[in-house]
Nanobody
């Protein structure tokens, strides 16, 4: 059984940076995704990082500002968020998937962490 736990959220002002971490316990032969859910909205794709081969990918609004990375030795995935905007405010989740043909879709992911809140003020 895979368990995930996000950390690193908090309060920020527009233009600030925050770094999120996702610790994974259990077997991890999965690709990882970051999603977020703003109040009143559906959970949406933010970033994807494959386990081995392949390219990372980002939702258009975060390209050039967010960077996803992984550390296989620590079994962790990270999301560095720069130039934060108020519209980035949301609960951020990491998820795992072993079949990532539709990695931008929430249904592709089998396990999720509880989420970490990011709040950005203008």
């Amino acid at each position: 059984q895979v368990s995930l736990w996000e950390s690193g959220g908090g309060l920020a002002q527009a233009g600030d940076s925050l770094g999120l971490s996702c610790a994974v316990s259990g077997p991890n032969n999965y690709a990882m995704g970051w999603f977020r859910r703003a109040p009143g909205k559906d959970r949406e794709f933010v970033a994807f990082i494959p386990r081995r081969r392949g390219s990372v990918d980002y939702e258009d609004s975060v390209k050039g500002r967010f960077t996803v990375s992984s550390d296989s030795a620590k079994n962790a995935v990270y999301l560095q968020m720069n130039s934060l905007k108020p519209e980035d405010s949301a609960v951020y989740y990491c998820g795992v998937t072993s079949d990532y043909s539709d990695y931008r879709e929430e249904f592709e992911y089998t396990n999720w962490g509880p989420g970490t809140q990011v709040s950005v003020s203008s």
